[in-house]
């Protein structure tokens, strides 16, 4: 009888959430709360830094898998936060540069607060070749 009355009390725990499952009100609510929670969450300077240069890292590391595939390990060579230099343009768009090379990179959402990769990038190489003329305030004064 004790054996019967454990293994009932057992069955009823196991179902217990079966016989509540179903339609219940204040879901909604419950939702909306939690959400507007997520969204009011201050995030330090210091995690959106290192978001940002974690974002930064990644985007150029992919691209330069895509164009140096087989002397990716020297193209690479340093890479690292410390290494990488970048420019805010917009709350979404960077400037981004390493050894010799510059790339655009446009985010879909601020960097600083999302993982992600960017949606479009333009990538230059420097070159000796090159002439580079850089604009400099006293040169656009007389236009």
């Known amino acids: 009888m004790k054996r019967l009355s454990v293994m009932l009390a057992f069955c009823a725990f196991l179902l217990s959430p079966a016989l509540f499952a179903g339609e219940q009100e204040g ?3 419950e939702f909306r ?3 507007q929670a997520i969204h009011n969450r201050q995030v330090s300077e210091e995690t959106m ?7 930064l890292l990644r985007a150029l590391t992919r691209s330069m898998r895509n164009r140096f595939y087989t002397e990716l390990d020297d193209k690479l060579d340093g890479l690292n936060n410390e290494s990488l230099l970048y420019e805010r343009a917009t709350v979404t768009t960077y400037y981004v540069k390493f050894k ?3 790339v655009l990179y446009e985010f879909q959402r601020d960097p600083r607060l999302f993982v992600q990769g960017p949606i479009s990038e333009k990538f230059l190489e420097i070159t000796d070749d ?5 604009p400099t305030p006293a040169a656009n004064q007389g236009q």
């Open 27 to 29: 879901l909604r609510d």
């Open 33 to 35: 709360a939690v959400l």
């Open 49 to 55: 830094q290192a978001r940002l240069e974690e974002n």
């Open 100 to 102: 010799t090379y510059l």
């Open 130 to 134: 090159l002439d580079i003329q850089s």
